[in-house]
Structures are given as structure tokens and as C-alpha cells.
């Protein structure tokens, strides 16, 4: 279960208004990761190809 969290800050202080639960969301493990894995992947990958040139 992953929740999708509002959180409302004072802009001067930093202080913490509120917060809100918008939405629950089922999701794996995998899910949840995959969009982290790819776009961390895909830079370290990147990075191999312009150090091999």
C-alpha cells in the first residue's frame, strides 16, 4: 500500500501546515521501484558510454 501524500509548508518558516492523504495505491515493491531503477540505470549506462569513447 502506498499513499499519495499533500503536504502544504509555510514558504517564510518551513513550518509544516498540513498534511493530507489524497490517495491509496496497491503497488508491489517492483512497481514502486521501477521508475527509480530505470532513469538511475539509464544515466549510470550513459555515463559507461561517454567514458568508453
Do not use: F
Request: glycine share 6%; no cysteine.
Amino acid at each position: 500500500m502506498v499513499g499519495i501524500l499533500r503536504t502544504v509548508y509555510d514558504r517564510k518558516t518551513g513550518e509544516i501546515k498540513s498534511q493530507e492523504i489524497v490517495e491509496e495505491l496497491d503497488m508491489t515493491e517492483d512497481e514502486y521501484y521501477a521508475p527509480l531503477v530505470k532513469i538511475i540505470g539509464d544515466a549510470i549506462l550513459n555515463d559507461i558510454a561517454k567514458n568508453k569513447a
